[in-house]
């Protein structure tokens, strides 16, 4: 991570936070030294910015945007909701077809290939139709096509068995919805509204930290990213929103609910054995 967003802060609390699950001294040292080393080599072969070839310097217009910074951040718990459930769905629905595990892929990549045909743009990771989103280049209508097609398709190629993840789509979808959410918002109150590419950054900050169940992290992710203090503030109210309420919905990340489905809970306290100073008392 801190290799691909030149976000070397970002990229260790984010093996803390999601990885390690805890903040533990003993693996901060490491966990910097591999966040350093890899920002480090990765700026001297693709340069400062090796994610998105830029990222605009976009500004809040006034704070009396707050209540829509709020409504945003819902419009990022729906996201985020519906994309975890749609990937679940899939799962299930594709493991009740009668055929057998190894059609399945193939069964995934005529349904995603089709899918790319009409939008070649969900292929992939991403980063191109993101940039564009983040340039403010995509209009309305299109936005909201691609929020369809590539929670569809990441849907779909997950449930098929596909290798993958979930970052890039999380980011993906935020950029959409974050952009679309933004020309609304500027349609209705075009005199105290922000650029939608502000709203794109915040939109893949609430979805991603939602999905992931990484607030802490993201917000650092967009700050490396923009280095803008103000804009920080914004994405802080809709990334603690969406993360608050795809909490209460869902009750944990997407990573924990994968797990969960396994049977591995890691919530569950583990059992301890407590000694007493008699080596034959235990309890």
Known sequence: MAASFNAPIAGVFFALEVVVGRYALKVFAPIVIASVAGTVVTRIYLGNIPAFMSVPDYFIVSFLEVPAFVLLGIACTAMATIFMYSIFVAKNVVGKMPMPVWLRPALGGLIIGAIGLAYPHVLGVGYEATDQALKEALPLGFMIA????????????????????????????????????????????????????????????????????????????????????????????????????????????FFTWQLERRGIDLNKPKKQVCYSLSPSKTW
Not at 168 to 197: K, N
């Open 146 to 253: 691609l929020i369809a097609a590539k929670t569809a398709a990441t849907a779909i190629a997950l449930g098929c068995g596909f290798a993958g993840g979930v970052f890039s789509p999380s980011l993906f979808l935020g950029a959409m919805t974050g952009g679309a959410f933004g020309i609304i918002a500027a349609t209705v109150f075009p005199g105290l509204s922000s650029s939608h590419g502000a709203y794109t950054i915040m939109g893949m900050a609430g979805v991603t930290a939602a999905v992931l169940g990484a607030p802490i992290s993201t917000i650092l992710i967009m700050f490396e990213l923009t280095s803008n203090c103000e804009l920080t503030i914004a994405v802080m109210i809709v990334v603690v929103i969406a993360s608050m309420l795809t909490q209460q919905i869902t009750r944990e990340s």
